[in-house]
Structure formats: C-alpha cells, structure tokens
Antibody, heavy 116, light 110 residues
Framework: EVQVAESGGDLMHPGGSLRLSCAAS????????MTWVRQAPGKGLEWVSV???????RYADSVKGRFTISRDTSTNTVFLQMNDLTAGDTAIYYC??????????WGQGTLVTVSS | QSALTQPASVSGSPGQSITISCTGS?????????VSWLQQFPGQAPRLLIY???NRPSGVSNRFSASKSGNTASLTISGLQAEDEAHYYC???????????FGGGTKLTV
C-alpha cells in the first residue's frame, strides 16, 4: 500500500528550529515529486515546498530562506528543516506525493505550534 | 488571500446536485489541464477526489465529477448524501515560481 507518514511536530518558541520527517512506503521517493503542505488552525491548505525527482527544490515565498526540503533515498524519507520559526508557521504539516495534477497519498499530518 | 477563488460555503439537500467553482488565472487553471480537487473531513487529512481536471481515482464515487472552462474549474456532486458534508479544495499547477496553488476551500453543508 502506498503511504506516507509525518512525524516531528512539536511546540516551539519563536526563532526556534525543527525538522519534520515524512516516511514513505509502497513507492520510491526518488521516482516522484514530494511536497509539504500546511494548514493553519481553522484555515485552508497552503503549499509549502516540493522536491522534484531529480532533486530540485521550490518554496513558497512565505518560507523561502527559512525552510529547507531534503530527502534520504536510502531510507525513503523526506525532511523539512524549519528555521527561524514564527507564530505564522503554526499549522498541521502534511506530506504528500505529488504530480502536476494530483496530490496522493497524504499523511495524517504533524502539528507544529510556535508560541512564546 | 488564496490564489484560487472558491465560494466559502455551499449547501444542498439530500438527493440534489451542487457545483463548486474554482476561479484562477491564465497562469494556473487556464495554463494546464492540471486541476485537482481534495475532500477533507474535520480532523482528517485531505483526500484526492479528482485529478487532471476530470479523472476520479479508484474508489471515488461517480457522483463526483469535474470540468474546466478557461480559467475556472468546477466540481459537481450529484445525489447529495449526508456523508458528503466536508470541505472541498481545488488546486492547480502553475507556470509561476510557485508550482501549485490552492483555493481557499468550500464548506459543503448537506
């Protein structure tokens, strides 16, 4: 079964750093685009970052320069390193396999709370 | 403000049909046939409902259909059921530095 599972969410202070993980199973991340999408409490979905199968990366303007997406193909895991966290980064962070016209599957999400 | 515009809410009675619109621009919806729709129940992760504008993944009811015209995509749910009550999000691939954009989401009340 094709699945992804996020982990690493936590309660953080502003300015802190956190690394999220997304473990994939049932497929090889090296052959696919992998993305992070976040959802602030009570709000809609916001695209955050993508790592393409060739390794190129892209970021939303809201996180550019602070977040870094990476992957470890040996463990089939995608990461999101988040630095200089602000209250605006508080959200559930979802990992998903993505194609141009689809996002599937989605993980259950991991909650990041940034508060003083 | 979301890049794609959806109505905040729609409602319908059981058995009726409803349509949710998703309006973008020539840089996203109008540029490619890469629109997808997601369904999200409270407290759950989103689930893919429609991909590549009109296609349903295996397991999705044929009561869900979708289309696109110009810069606007639409999701139609026919034969509404109480279990369809959820949030629905559209998303599109774009030709900008931001590869994907989402709509703000539409809450469906049955």
């Amino acid at each position: 079964e094709v699945q992804v599972a996020e982990s690493g969410g936590d309660l953080m202070h502003p300015g802190g750093s956190l690394r999220l993980s997304c473990a994939a199973s049932g497929f090889t991340i090296a052959n696919h685009y992998m993305t992070w999408v976040r959802q602030a409490p009570g709000k809609g979905l916001e695209w955050v970052s993508v790592i393409f199968h060739a390794g190129a990366t892209r970021y939303a303007d809201s996180v550019k320069g602070r977040f870094t997406i990476s992957r470890d193909t040996s463990t089939n895991t995608v990461f999101l390193q988040m630095n200089d966290l602000t209250a605006g980064d508080t959200a559930i962070y979802y990992c998903a396999r993505v194609g141009e016209g689809w996002f599937d599957p989605w993980g259950q999400g991991t909650l990041v709370t940034v508060s003083s | 403000q979301s890049a794609l515009t959806q109505p905040a809410s729609v409602s319908g009675s059981p058995g009726q049909s409803i349509t949710i619109s998703c309006t973008g621009s020539s840089s996203d919806i109008g540029a490619y046939d890469y629109v997808s729709w997601l369904q999200q129940f409270p407290g759950q992760a989103p689930r893919l409902l429609i991909y590549d504008v009109t296609n349903r993944p295996s397991g999705v009811s044929n009561r869900f259909s979708a289309s696109k015209s110009g810069n606007t995509a639409s999701l139609t749910i026919s034969g509404l059921q109480a279990e369809d009550e959820a949030h629905y999000y559209c998303t599109s691939y774009t030709r900008t530095d931001t590869p994907w954009v989402f709509g703000g989401g539409t809450k469906l009340t049955v």
